[in-house]
């Protein structure tokens, strides 16, 4: 099908993608807008052409990805999380529900986590005798937690149409997962307008924020500045600082940093600025500036339709988006130019 055949087209150009930020780079930088940090690119023609591999998923399309060392994760709409080695199929696991709408890997705790369009975010561990083998190791929140948490009538909070749920749960799709790994902590974002904290080596929610008026689309967090941010359907982009007291943390909002018609769809950091992609197609972006605010330095466009995802790396940024394109950006200062 058409839909098959742009997803696999995706999924191509993103190996390529990854494959040269390993040949090319240095090293990875961090996902923090404010460490320090120089890539090395010596050689011209970096961004060549040719394709260098493809994979072929036979059913489901790809709504999500991950990578770590030599291992490519991606999550699709039958609910299964394939493993490539290689360019080949090394191994897969499925969920009991709902497509897999993020996926990120935990190697200090050897586990994978994986947010679904059920709102529920599920928890798998590698097998130390069989690197093939995945099992599921809990979900978030655990049951034991939602038993207890249960009981008591101020943990349930209001959501949309006069419900009421448990504040440890998403009621709606898991749209975005951030890891910040030397901290413990994953983030979650949901169109339930929420983005909750969990402590990763117990699997509890530790704090749900309130964060939009309309859906959650992405979340990155960050260790450096204790920086959060988040953007939404509602056009806003936001930033959040992090105290952590003891085994809890406290998020406030420290500068909206976009109000605007379109819903943000993609967030990404890099060394030295935070960039936002929207549903008309622009890319936004902010750097540091005095009294640690951030302060916007431009736009660039490019696609025609909605931006679907950002990466940076270096000096370079990737854009994919609705149109079936990925562009390739070189920053120079506060320019970007366009070199693929």
């Known amino acids: 099908?058409?839909?098959?055949?742009y997803?696999?087209?995706?999924?191509?150009?993103?190996?390529?993608?990854?494959h040269f930020t390993i040949r090319f780079g240095t090293k990875m930088p961090r996902s923090d807008p404010t460490r320090e940090y120089s890539w090395n690119h010596s050689e011209e023609n970096l961004l060549d052409q040719c394709l260098i591999g493809s994979t072929f998923q036979e059913e489901g399309h790809i709504y999500s990805l991950a990578a770590t060392n030599d291992l490519l994760f991606t999550?699709?709409?039958?609910?299964?999380?394939?493993?490539?080695?290689?360019?080949?199929?090394?191994?897969?696991?499925?969920?009991?529900?709902?497509?897999v709408k993020a996926i990120v890997i935990c190697r200090e705790e050897n586990r994978v986590f994986t947010g679904h369009q059920d709102g529920k975010i599920r928890v798998w561990k590698n097998s130390q005798k069989n690197?093939?083998?995945?099992?599921?190791?809990?979900s978030l929140p655990a049951l034991k937690d939602v038993l207890k948490k249960s009981v008591k009538p101020s943990n349930y909070v209001e959501v949309r149409r006069r419900r009421t749920t448990l504040w440890i749960k998403h009621c709606d799709a898991v749209s975005c997962l951030s890891l910040v790994?030397?901290?413990?902590?994953?983030?979650?974002?949901?169109?339930?307008?929420?983005?909750?904290?969990?402590?990763i080596h117990d699997l509890k929610c530790v704090e749900s924020i309130k964060a939009h008026d309309d859906a959650v689309n992405s979340v990155v967090g960050s260790s450096g500045e204790s920086l959060v941010f988040t953007g939404s359907a509602d056009g806003t982009v936001k930033v959040w600082k992090r105290e952590?007291?003891?085994?809890?943390?406290?998020h406030s909002l420290v500068q909206t940093l976009l109000k605007q018609e379109?819903?943000?769809?993609a967030l990404v950091t890099s060394h030295v600025a935070v960039y936002s992609g929207s549903s008309d197609g622009a890319v936004n972006f902010w750097e540091m500036g005095e009294k640690k605010m951030l302060k916007h330095c431009g736009v660039f466009k490019k696609h025609r339709l909605a931006v679907l995802c950002l990466a940076a790396a270096g000096e370079l940024v990737f854009s994919g988006a609705a149109d079936k394109k990925i562009c390739v950006w070189r920053r120079e200062g506060r320019s970007h130019t366009c070199v693929s």
Do not use: H, M, Q
Not at 1 to 5: H, I, K, N, R, T
Not at 189 to 197: G, H, I, L, N
């Open 75 to 99: 999550g699709s709409d039958n609910n299964y999380i394939k493993v490539w080695k290689n360019l080949n199929e090394f191994s897969e696991f499925k969920s009991n529900s709902g497509l």
């Open 181 to 199: 790994e030397d901290l413990g902590l994953l983030y979650s974002a949901s169109w339930d307008r929420t983005v909750k904290v969990w402590r």
């Open 131 to 138: 690197p093939r083998v995945y099992t599921r190791a809990g």
């Open 7 to 18: 997803c696999l087209k995706l999924l191509r150009k993103l190996i390529k993608i990854l």
């Open 244 to 250: 952590v007291r003891g085994k809890r943390t406290s």
């Open 1 to 5: 099908s058409e839909a098959l055949s």
């Open 262 to 265: 379109s819903a943000v769809t």
